[in-house]
């Protein structure tokens, strides 16, 4: 509770401390409102037009949902098959690294022209960011298997998918949540890409038409709204963990 008390306080005093130094660049740089508006206006805007914050906020929301699961799932098999068919991970694996290297956000109009303008396109952008580091990560963890549990286990008869049952992946299970965690602020990140590029709804939609018309109250509580929203999926997956990685020892 000491520990809870103290995270919430020292939480509290940095968005506090934020929040003065943002009125203070208004108020000593002079900066009109329509470039950085103040506080207040931002609340005001929560306040007047929470109705329609909140219905664009749930259509992003489903979107990063989709796209968090989809890419989760693909980079969790990923991983699992180049771990359980070596030789083919080795020609499979170079791909992948070379896919990601390669800028999403370029393929990002790619995207809305194959899937349209609903949300089939910002889930698959959400996939493509979410996969990488879910299916790095997991991989790294089966490849990295503690030396003396294999031979144990080779010792014991344990053959090769048995092993990889067994105890490479319990054990790899810490790695595969690293790789949620880093991947799960990036999901916001995904879908609001593509509603930038074209959309008929969600946050980033929101914040284009904003923009265009110079209300950056607007903007600046969608941008709000969706950093809420990267917080949270980062906290439900920090609670998931623990019930996914009992077995194995994260430190």
């Known amino acids: 509770m000491k520990r809870t008390l103290s995270a919430t ?77 070596p030789r083919i991970g080795r020609f499979i694996w170079p791909v992948l690294v070379v896919l990601q290297s390669f800028p999403v956000f370029v393929i990002a109009p790619m995207l809305v022209l194959w899937f349209g303008f609903g949300i089939a396109s910002k889930v698959v952008m959400t996939t493509i960011i979410v996969f990488f580091p879910v299916a790095s990560s997991f991989a790294d963890g089966l490849r990295r298997t503690d030396p003396e549990i294999v031979a144990a286990a080779l010792l014991d008869g344990a053959g090769h998918f048995e092993m990889l049952r067994h105890i490479r992946l319990p054990l790899a299970m810490p790695h595969l949540f690293s790789g949620l965690r880093i991947a799960a602020p990036l999901a916001p990140l995904g879908a609001v890409v593509g509603e930038w590029v074209g959309s008929a709804g969600g946050l980033g939609f929101l914040m284009v038409q904003a923009n265009a018309r110079m209300q950056s109250e607007t903007v600046f509580a969608a941008m709000l709204i969706l950093a809420l929203e990267a917080v949270l999926f980062r906290k439900a997956v920090d609670l998931a963990a623990p019930f996914f990685t009992r077995w194995s020892h994260e430190d």
């Open 9 to 85: 306080l020292t939480f509290c005093a940095i968005v506090s401390g934020l929040l003065v130094l943002w009125q203070a660049i208004i108020v000593f740089g002079e900066l009109p409102r329509y470039i950085l508006p103040p506080p207040l206006a931002v609340l005001a805007k929560f306040q007047t037009a929470h109705a329609m914050l909140l219905e664009e906020a749930l259509v992003t929301l489903r979107e990063i949902l989709a796209g968090f699961a989809m890419g989760a799932v693909f980079g969790a098999a990923a991983a699992i098959f180049i771990a359980a068919f």
